[in-house]
Protein backbone atom coordinates (compact mmCIF):
# COMPACT_ATOMS: atom_id res chain seq x y z
CA UNK A 1 0.00 0.00 0.00
CA UNK A 2 0.94 3.37 -1.01
CA UNK A 3 2.05 6.05 1.53
CA UNK A 4 1.64 9.39 2.14
CA UNK A 5 4.68 11.00 3.81
CA UNK A 6 3.28 14.47 5.29
CA UNK A 7 6.13 17.18 5.60
CA UNK A 8 5.53 19.49 7.94
CA UNK A 9 6.56 22.80 6.74
CA UNK A 10 9.83 24.46 8.94
CA UNK A 11 8.98 27.82 9.20
CA UNK A 12 11.15 28.47 12.34
CA UNK A 13 14.41 30.83 11.66
CA UNK A 14 16.82 31.50 13.63
CA UNK A 15 16.20 35.05 14.92
CA UNK A 16 18.89 37.17 13.10
CA UNK A 17 19.76 39.70 16.04
CA UNK A 18 24.12 39.78 15.11
CA UNK A 19 25.63 42.99 15.56
CA UNK A 20 27.24 44.36 12.54
CA UNK A 21 31.07 43.44 12.41
CA UNK A 22 33.15 46.57 13.50
CA UNK A 23 36.38 47.75 11.46
CA UNK A 24 39.79 49.14 12.47
CA UNK A 25 40.95 52.22 11.44
CA UNK A 26 44.82 51.62 11.12
CA UNK A 27 47.66 53.94 11.00
CA UNK A 28 50.55 53.30 9.04
CA UNK A 29 54.00 54.79 9.65
CA UNK A 30 56.10 56.68 6.56
CA UNK A 31 59.43 58.41 6.82
CA UNK A 32 58.05 61.53 5.41
CA UNK A 33 54.86 62.40 7.25
CA UNK A 34 55.97 65.34 10.09
CA UNK A 35 55.28 63.86 13.77
CA UNK A 36 53.15 66.89 14.45
CA UNK A 37 51.15 66.62 11.56
CA UNK A 38 49.86 62.80 12.13
CA UNK A 39 49.59 64.31 15.75
CA UNK A 40 46.96 67.23 14.45
CA UNK A 41 45.19 64.41 11.57
CA UNK A 42 44.17 62.37 14.81
CA UNK A 43 43.07 65.26 16.74
CA UNK A 44 40.89 66.76 13.98
CA UNK A 45 39.81 63.13 12.10
CA UNK A 46 39.30 60.88 15.49
CA UNK A 47 38.47 63.53 17.99
CA UNK A 48 41.61 62.46 20.42
CA UNK A 49 43.24 64.61 23.06
CA UNK A 50 46.88 65.33 22.26
CA UNK A 51 48.52 63.01 24.87
CA UNK A 52 45.86 60.00 22.99
CA UNK A 53 47.25 61.29 19.69
CA UNK A 54 50.77 61.64 20.19
CA UNK A 55 50.60 57.76 21.81
CA UNK A 56 49.25 56.17 18.52
CA UNK A 57 51.31 58.47 16.83
CA UNK A 58 54.48 57.34 18.23
CA UNK A 59 53.12 53.26 18.35
CA UNK A 60 52.57 53.64 14.62
CA UNK A 61 56.32 55.16 13.75
CA UNK A 62 57.86 52.43 15.99
CA UNK A 63 56.21 49.44 15.11
CA UNK A 64 55.06 50.17 11.39
CA UNK A 65 51.27 50.26 12.60
CA UNK A 66 48.99 51.55 15.11
CA UNK A 67 45.25 50.85 15.54
CA UNK A 68 42.86 54.31 15.96
CA UNK A 69 39.70 53.11 16.63
CA UNK A 70 37.16 50.92 15.32
CA UNK A 71 33.49 51.96 13.63
CA UNK A 72 31.06 50.40 11.73
CA UNK A 73 32.31 49.73 8.41
CA UNK A 74 30.93 53.24 6.55
CA UNK A 75 32.29 55.65 9.60
CA UNK A 76 35.52 53.20 9.30
CA UNK A 77 36.17 54.06 5.56
CA UNK A 78 34.91 57.66 5.92
CA UNK A 79 37.33 58.41 8.31
CA UNK A 80 39.92 56.35 6.95
CA UNK A 81 39.80 58.39 3.44
CA UNK A 82 39.42 61.68 4.96
CA UNK A 83 42.02 61.66 7.05
CA UNK A 84 44.81 60.09 3.88
CA UNK A 85 43.69 63.18 2.31
CA UNK A 86 44.05 65.87 4.73
CA UNK A 87 47.76 64.22 4.47
CA UNK A 88 47.49 64.06 0.29
CA UNK A 89 46.34 67.76 0.22
CA UNK A 90 49.64 68.77 1.82
CA UNK A 91 51.92 66.16 -0.37
CA UNK A 92 52.58 63.85 2.39
CA UNK A 93 52.38 59.82 2.42
CA UNK A 94 50.29 59.67 5.09
CA UNK A 95 48.08 56.57 5.25
CA UNK A 96 45.04 55.24 7.39
CA UNK A 97 43.27 51.72 6.05
CA UNK A 98 40.38 49.64 7.57
CA UNK A 99 39.93 46.22 8.18
CA UNK A 100 37.16 43.95 10.01
CA UNK A 101 37.46 42.59 13.60
CA UNK A 102 38.08 39.08 13.71
N1 LIG B 1 57.83 58.38 10.82
C1 LIG B 1 57.45 59.78 10.68
C2 LIG B 1 58.67 60.66 10.95
O1 LIG B 1 59.62 60.19 11.48
C3 LIG B 1 56.30 60.16 11.63
C4 LIG B 1 55.10 59.32 11.39
C5 LIG B 1 54.52 58.63 12.45
C6 LIG B 1 54.54 59.23 10.13
C7 LIG B 1 53.41 57.82 12.25
C8 LIG B 1 53.41 58.44 9.91
O2 LIG B 1 51.76 56.96 10.77
C9 LIG B 1 52.86 57.74 10.97
N2 LIG B 1 58.57 61.93 10.59
Known amino acids: ?3 TTIVKPRTAVKPKVERPRLHKVILINDDYTP ?7 LKAEF ?3 E ?4 KVMITAHR ?3 CVVA ?3 RD ?3 TKATRATDLGRSKGYPLMFTTEPEE
Open 47 to 49: RMT
Open 75 to 77: VAE
Open 51 to 54: DEAY
Open 63 to 65: RGV
Open 1 to 3: MAQ
Open 35 to 41: REFVVMV
Open 70 to 72: VYT
